[in-house]
């Protein structure tokens, strides 16, 4: 319960330079959000029946074909990345039968053949899936099962095998059943999403190992001269240590190590004012270069800026995590600048579910902005895009939509540090739109074109489903002291770790953006490989202003 008292602490603390608290206080839940709470709750029950009745023990349902798949080394994701959600959601039967399969996994080696898609064996999914959803589970249930802590130790052990002699730089996929690192070059996604998740398996274990390495990667990066002040290149190389090309982007391949700069300066308390200030730093330069207002609708959005140094007006289901990552941030660093501007972009990201026929949005997007420029698959855009933009601010360019959570992810975070009703209001349109167009007798599957309501489905159900979808829709409807913002951290699969009490500041005094300290370096390397978590996304192409 908050008391007048705090809230005038809190209120006294907002207007200083001191860190305020990231959660507004006093809540007011209406009388819905019991209802609408329940209604995730039902989803998530009969995602998880289906999964049971046609995959258990594998990693995703195939809803269509009630057949299942195994992209994630056939260890069972959806069960682990389900724990932390089943836990949440007081689930307490479906967690004990996940806590029980879980103490069986066999991490000594993967259980789909090495021809099996690559991305089945990526070191950067293993953490933040199944070392994150352990961890998670076992911090939740008050390290009630050690089992769980011991079977993060043994992914732990070897996730840390990625780490080829004196590199800092992980290498990107690992043979689970050899030991061997796979595949030279990697993105600062990949490398720079491993500190939540490896500190934690440091602080319950006692070994500071794992916490030393994602550390020392992440370090790496933040010091490397970057194509902008503190925006990193996305390829890098793990035997040399360099950038590969100049490609910036808040989307896939880079987005969670931007992403975990600011948590694991929250999670960890460091001293170490590095990872704040390379965050605001990143977000400062985004505010300068990438911010674009579209033409239409006065919608903001992050830009890309690609090797040539052009800006590319594309956007991402995956990027539209900024939001709510910003808010974070903005609250820890008590910046009402980078919150405005947060809240702006969490409006832009839920117009492209708004603007659609099945109030989906879309995997991938472009708009035209007020400089004029726009970009496009094709080197065009076509009449029928140009209509849709003139209506909605914003034009379809990958019209799928594959049960992604990031725009409902900072939503949830809006609506925590804002109280403001019409993000509840967001989130349960968004329920029934799931309810109304992704449902199937067996599960719930993805849409191949979220403009459509005829649309055909996709025959997948992949674990961030169970994990991140549904675990921020229902807490957007719970009780908000209940996974508190203040008081948990979430790896980006949604998987909350506890956090301790929030230091007074976060970075230098005073803002602690870090100039260039040497110009930036383009070095053309082989083609990247297919930038995980989103191979789909296509590369856009600049075209020039009409
Ligand atoms: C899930 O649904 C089934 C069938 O409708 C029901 O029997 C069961 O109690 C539900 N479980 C939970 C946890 O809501
Ligand atoms: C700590 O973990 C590392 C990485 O797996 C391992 O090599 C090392 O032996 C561990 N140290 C101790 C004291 O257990
Ligand atoms: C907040 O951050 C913005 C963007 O970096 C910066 O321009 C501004 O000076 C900061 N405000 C304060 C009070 O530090
Ligand atoms: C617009 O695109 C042209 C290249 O076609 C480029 O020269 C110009 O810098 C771009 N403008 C902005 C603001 O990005």
Not at 151 to 164: P, Q, T
Request: include cysteine.
């Amino acid at each position: 319960m908050i008391t007048a008292g705090r809230l005038a602490i809190s209120l006294l603390l907002a207007s200083s330079a001191i860190a305020g608290p990231v959660q507004a206080p006093l809540i007011i839940l209406p009388p819905s959000a019991r209802t609408h709470r329940d209604a995730v709750v039902q989803i998530f029950n009969e995602s998880f029946s289906a999964y049971q009745q046609f995959a258990f023990g594998h990693d995703d349902l195939s809803p269509l074909s009630q057949s299942f798949s195994d992209g994630r080394n056939g260890w069972g994701a959806s069960i682990v990345d389900a724990m932390s959600t089943m836990h949440i959601m007081g689930l307490n039967d479906l967690f004990a039968q996940a806590v029980n399969f879980a103490s069986k996994i066999d991490f000594s080696k993967s259980q789909t053949p090495d021809t099996v898609r690559q991305g089945s064996r990526s070191v950067f999914e293993t953490t933040i899936r199944y070392l994150g959803g352990l961890l998670s589970a076992y911090e939740l249930s008050n390290q009630q099962f050690p089992i769980l802590l011991e079977k993060a130790k043994e992914v732990g052990d070897k996730l840390a095998f990625a780490w080829v002699g004196n590199n800092d730089i992980p290498f990107g996929f690992l043979d689970f059943s050899t030991n061997t690192p796979q595949i030279a070059t990697s993105n600062i996604a990949e490398a720079g999403t491993l500190s939540l998740e490896f500190e934690t398996l440091s602080k319950h274990t006692g070994n500071q190992t794992y916490a030393n390495l994602a550390l020392k990667s992440v370090t790496h990066i933040a010091n490397l001269p970057a194509p902008l002040p503190g925006l990193a290149a996305q390829g890098i190389d793990p035997a040399s240590g360099n950038f590969v090309g100049g490609f910036v982007t808040w989307g896939g391949g880079s987005d969670s190590y931007f992403e975990y700069l600011i948590k694991h300066a929250r999670l960890s308390n460091t001293n170490d004012n590095l990872f704040a200030d390379t965050w605001h730093t990143a977000v400062d330069s985004s505010i300068k270069t990438l911010l674009r207002t579209t033409t239409v609708g006065n919608n903001v959005f992050l830009a890309d800026f690609d090797d040539s140094r052009l800006i590319r007006h594309t956007g991402s289901h995956l990027a539209c995590f900024y939001g709510g990552n910003w808010l974070l941030g903005g609250r820890l660093l008590n910046n009402a600048t980078i919150v405005k501007i947060a809240l702006e972009l969490v409006d832009g990201c839920w117009n492209t579910y708004a603007g659609t026929a099945t109030g989906i949005g879309p995997e991938a997007f472009a708009y035209i902005s007020s400089d004029g420029n726009f970009t496009g698959p094709g080197n065009t855009i076509s009449p029928d895009q140009l209509a849709f933009y003139e209506k909605h601010g914003f034009y379809i360019t990958a019209s799928d939509y594959i049960l992604r959570p990031e725009v409902l992810e900072s939503n949830f975070y809006a609506f925590r540090v804002t109280g403001d009703p019409k993000y509840l209001n967001r989130a349960a349109s968004a329920v029934n739109s799931f309810n109304k167009f992704l449902k199937t007798p067996t599960g719930f599957a993805g849409l191949n074109d979220v403009n459509d309501v005829q649309t055909s489905l996709i025959d997948d159900t992949e674990s961030f489903w169970f994990a991140e979808v549904l675990k921020y829709l229902y807490l957007t409807f719970d009780d908000p002291n209940h996974i508190s913002l203040d008081k948990f951290v979430f790896n980006t699969e949604a998987h909350p770790f506890v956090a301790p009490p929030a230091k007074p500041v976060y970075g230098t005094v005073g803002g602690g953006i870090r100039p260039s300290t040497a110009p930036f370096t383009l070095r053309k390397g082989p083609p990247l490989p297919a930038i995980s978590p989103n191979p789909k996304l296509p590369k856009p192409i600049m075209v020039p202003p009409q």
